[in-house]
C-alpha cells in the first residue's frame, strides 16, 4: 500500500525540496485557507493532470482516505475538462487574432456548468489544473470565479503550490520511470 511517506521516500536527493514540500502542502496547516477536502481534491486533480498514471493513481489512494466518491469524480472531471480548454483557449490567446475569439467554441463543456461536487472546490481544481497547463487566460477566469465565491488569495496560493509540488513530483517519478508495484514490492 502507498502512503504519503512512501512516496516521499521514493524521491531521490535533489528532489529534497519537493519531497519536503509534499509533506507541507498536502496538510491543512502547511496549506493555509484550504479545507481539506479542497486539499486533496486539488492534488488529485493536478495528479491526473501531470500525466504520471502510477502518481496518479497513488494520488487517488491516498486521496480517497478524503474525499467521498463525487469529490474524486469532481476532480478527474476538472482535470479532464481542462486538459482540453486550457489548448482550446490557450490559442485563443495567443493567435493574437479578436475574430477567432468570437467564434463558437462548438466544445462540449457540460460538466463546467453542473460539476457534481461543490463548483468552488471545482473551480479551485479547474484553476490548479490550468496553472500547471499554462494557460494564462483559464487561470484569470478560474482565480476570478473562486475569489467571488469567497476564497482567499492565501486559500488560491495553497491551491498552485499544491499544483506546483505535485507536478513536480509526477515528472522527478517520470524520470526515474516510477511504478507502484515496484515501491509496493520494495516495502514487502
Known amino acids: 500500500m502507498i502512503t504519503l511517506d512512501t ?3 521514493v524521491l531521490p536527493d535533489h528532489a529534497r525540496d519537493l519531497k519536503l514540500n509534499l509533506g507541507s502542502v498536502l496538510s491543512p496547516a502547511g496549506a493555509p485557507g484550504l479545507t481539506e477536502q479542497q486539499i486533496w481534491a486539488v492534488a488529485l486533480g493536478a495528479a491526473e493532470a501531470s500525466r504520471n498514471a502510477d502518481f496518479a493513481a497513488a494520488i487517488g489512494e491516498l486521496a480517497a482516505a478524503h ?3 463525487t469529490c474524486q ?3 478527474r472531471a476538472a482535470a479532464a ?3 482540453m480548454n486550457n489548448i482550446y483557449y490557450r490559442f485563443l490567446h495567443l493567435v493574437e487574432d479578436p475574430e477567432y475569439g468570437s ?4 466544445l462540449r463543456m457540460s460538466v ?3 460539476p457534481g461536487m461543490d463548483k468552488t472546490d471545482f473551480e479551485l481544481i479547474c484553476l490548479a489544473v490550468s496553472a500547471i497547463n499554462g494557460c494564462g487566460t483559464c487561470v484569470a477566469s478560474h482565480e476570478r ?3 467571488q465565491r469567497g476564497l482567499s488569495r492565501e486559500g488560491v496560493q495553497s491551491a498552485v503550490r499544491i499544483a506546483a509540488t505535485v507536478h513536480g513530483v ?3 517519478l517520470d524520470n526515474l520511470n516510477w511504478t507502484v508495484e515496484e515501491t509496493e514490492a520494495r516495502a514487502a
Open 7 to 9: 512516496l516521499r521516500d
Open 67 to 69: 474525499l467521498d466518491a
Open 73 to 75: 469524480t469532481g476532480a
Open 81 to 83: 475538462i481542462m486538459g
Open 103 to 106: 467564434m463558437p467554441a462548438r
Open 112 to 114: 463546467i456548468g453542473n
Open 145 to 147: 470565479q473562486v475569489r
Open 170 to 172: 509526477a515528472r522527478v
